[in-house]
């Protein structure tokens, strides 16, 4: 749909607040070191869903939605108080003060979006844009729900990266959702894990930071369905790595079609790659974190091919090794008394990487198996989970399919560099690039 003739306009804005004032004892929340060192950023998400068919009137039912929404995010926030709060330097003031919720009125149908996607207008149904400063001082969750003309629904959601990772996210959105739809399968939230694990420290100094290339990014969407991702894995098994994970694959081939976008953008010369994958700490522990933490609780590990090396396989065993590393050495650094000097080298070491222009880095996040899917409110699972626009080039970005067997890549690289990556064949074999929506049509 074109962005002259898509038109969201706010009907109104309201705080939502607590369904019951938080205690006395709980007014404070104090910040973990990884939550303080976190890039000043909102996540986003918007779950898509469609009307309900056998509504006799589309705009009650759509209404009627919305405040379910609104009264079952009060009772959330009960249990997760600290969204409602403000940041203040190294704590979050527990203050109720709560969540901007933003209903806003779509001038065409869901399926008008949905049948052929336009990555660039996302954001539009997002509350907030990405990278506001107000990630790091001012309101730590909105909320912003997109009303179509035939009663479907867009839930746009941004959180503060200063307090969360997709897990802590999924979770929240997961418990609101039981809550709105009735269910006793909520979740009771595990705030202060990560300050425990790795309290605040000062950070008056100058800290490393990691810079992006200053250039106009482009974003595409590739989805690998079950049957192409099986294929891929068993191309980049090796005596090895015998069983690469699908994320290993799809990964690995990415960041081999990234290779030659660069390679070809530059008249043939290979740059020294390096891929960053984050890594959720939670299970990694020993002993593993409770699954209910909530908190910037992620690290990360890099990989090189110095050589130019763009072998599926050899990438393939470099991930497995990375991961290795990362589980064996890295990890128990953390848990000793070396954590916070591991952490502030592993920054000035990325820092670096960063800003060197001889390289090409690259940055590769899951968000698969955090049941994004089973956001259920009481009118059924999503359609679609998505994310928004790219602001930053060189980030590989992985979520599930809504069959859970898939994978949905959204690939965000500098626009030269896109116009070969779209066309590289080798990623055409395996992945659909921008595909309609799956059952988007339905009732909408």
Same mark, same amino acid.
């Given at each position: 749909?074109?962005?002259?003739?898509?038109?969201?306009?706010?009907?109104?804005?309201?705080?939502?607040?607590?369904?019951?004032?938080?205690?006395?004892?709980?007014?404070?929340?104090?910040?973990?070191?990884?939550?303080?060192?976190?890039?000043?950023?909102?996540?986003?998400?918007?779950?898509?869903?469609?009307?309900?068919?056998?509504?006799?009137?589309?705009?009650?039912?759509?209404?009627?939605?919305?405040?379910?929404?609104?009264?079952?995010?009060?009772?959330? /926030?009960? $249990?997760?108080?600290?969204? #409602?709060?403000? @940041? *203040?330097?190294?704590?979050?003031?527990?203050?109720?003060?709560? =969540?901007?919720?933003?209903?806003?009125?779509?001038?065409?149908?869901?399926?008008?979006?949905?049948?052929?996607?336009?990555?660039?207008?996302?954001?539009?149904?997002?509350?907030?844009?990405?990278?506001?400063?107000?990630?790091?001082?001012?309101?730590?969750?909105?909320?912003?729900?997109?009303?179509?003309?035939?009663?479907?629904?867009?839930?746009?959601?941004?959180?503060?990266?200063?307090?969360?990772?997709?897990?802590?996210?999924?979770?929240?959105?997961?418990?609101?959702?039981?809550?709105?739809?009735?269910?006793?399968?909520?979740?009771?939230?595990?705030?202060?894990?990560?300050?425990?694990?790795?309290?605040?420290?000062?950070?008056?100094?100058?800290?490393?930071?990691?810079?992006?290339?200053?250039?106009?990014?482009? /974003?595409? $969407?590739?989805?690998?369905? #079950?049957?192409? @991702? *099986?294929?891929?894995?068993?191309?980049?098994?090796?005596?090895? =790595?015998?069983?690469?994970?699908?994320?290993?694959?799809?990964?690995?081939?990415?960041?081999?079609?990234?290779?030659?976008?660069?390679?070809?953008?530059?008249?043939?010369?290979?740059?020294?790659?390096?891929?960053?994958?984050?890594?959720?700490?939670?299970?990694?522990?020993?002993?593993?974190?409770?699954?209910?933490?909530?908190?910037?609780?992620?690290?990360?590990?890099?990989?090189?091919?110095?050589?130019?090396?763009?072998?599926?396989?050899?990438?393939?065993?470099?991930?497995?090794?990375?991961?290795?590393?990362?589980?064996?050495?890295?990890?128990?650094?953390?848990?000793?008394?070396?954590?916070?000097?591991?952490?502030?080298?592993?920054?000035?070491?990325?820092?670096?990487?960063?800003?060197?222009?001889?390289?090409? /880095?690259?940055?590769?996040?899951?968000?698969?198996?955090?049941?994004?899917?089973?956001?259920?409110?009481?009118?059924?699972?999503? =359609?679609?989970?998505?994310?928004?626009?790219?602001?930053?080039?060189?980030?590989?970005?992985?979520?599930?399919?809504?069959?859970?067997?898939?994978?949905?890549?959204?690939?965000?690289?500098?626009?030269?560099?896109?116009?070969?990556?779209?066309?590289?064949?080798?990623?055409?074999?395996?992945?659909?690039?921008?595909?309609?929506?799956?059952?988007?049509?339905?009732?909408?």
């Amino acid at each position: 749909m074109d962005t002259a003739e898509l038109r969201v306009e706010t009907v109104r804005t309201e705080a939502i607040k607590p369904s019951s004032p938080t205690p006395l004892h709980l007014k404070n929340l104090k910040l973990s070191l990884l939550d303080q060192m976190t890039p000043v950023a909102y996540i986003p998400l918007i779950f898509w869903y469609p009307a309900d068919g056998a509504a006799a009137d589309h705009v009650l039912e759509a209404q009627e939605r919305s405040r379910r929404l609104k009264e079952s995010l009060s009772q959330t /926030l009960t $249990r997760f108080y600290p969204f #409602a709060g403000r @940041i *203040s330097n190294s704590l979050i003031e527990c203050n109720d003060q709560g =969540v901007d919720c933003i209903e806003a009125r779509v001038n065409c149908l869901l399926q008008d979006v949905l049948k052929q996607p336009d990555v660039e207008l996302l954001s539009k149904f997002l509350p907030i844009e990405i990278q506001s400063s107000e990630a790091a001082t001012g309101r730590i969750l909105l909320v912003k729900i997109n009303l179509f003309e035939c009663g479907g629904m867009a839930i746009g959601v941004s959180i503060s990266h200063k307090i969360a990772d997709l897990c802590s996210f999924g979770m929240f959105i997961n418990s609101w959702a039981a809550t709105c739809r009735g269910s006793s399968e909520v979740v009771f939230p595990e705030f202060g894990c990560a300050a425990s694990f790795l309290p605040p420290t000062d950070l008056s100094f100058t800290m490393p930071s990691m810079e992006f290339k200053h250039q106009k990014a482009a /974003l595409r $969407r590739l989805v690998f369905d #079950a049957s192409k @991702i *099986s294929m891929l894995k068993a191309r980049t098994a090796s005596p090895t =790595v015998p069983q690469p994970t699908r994320i290993q694959a799809v990964a690995a081939l990415i960041w081999k079609c990234a290779i030659a976008a660069s390679t070809l953008n530059i008249g043939g010369f290979t740059k020294p790659s390096v891929l960053r994958q984050v890594v959720n700490l939670r299970n990694r522990m020993k002993p593993p974190l409770p699954k209910n933490s909530i908190g910037y609780l992620v690290s990360y590990f890099t990989v090189e091919t110095p050589n130019g090396e763009t072998e599926l396989q050899g990438l393939v065993k470099r991930l497995r090794d990375g991961i290795r590393e990362f589980s064996e050495n890295y990890v128990k650094k953390l848990q000793g008394s070396e954590a916070i000097s591991t952490i502030f080298e592993a920054a000035k070491e990325l820092g670096n990487l960063s800003k060197r222009d001889d390289l090409d /880095l690259y940055h590769c996040i899951s968000w698969c198996r955090f049941d994004l899917y089973e956001a259920d409110f009481g009118w059924g699972k999503p =359609v679609w989970v998505s994310v928004a626009s790219a602001v930053v080039p060189n980030i590989f970005l992985l979520m599930d399919t809504g069959d859970g067997e898939g994978i949905e890549a959204w690939v965000s690289l500098s626009e030269p560099e896109m116009a070969f990556f779209e066309r590289n064949e080798e990623l055409l074999a395996f992945a659909s690039v921008d595909p309609s929506i799956s059952g988007s049509v339905i009732h909408c």
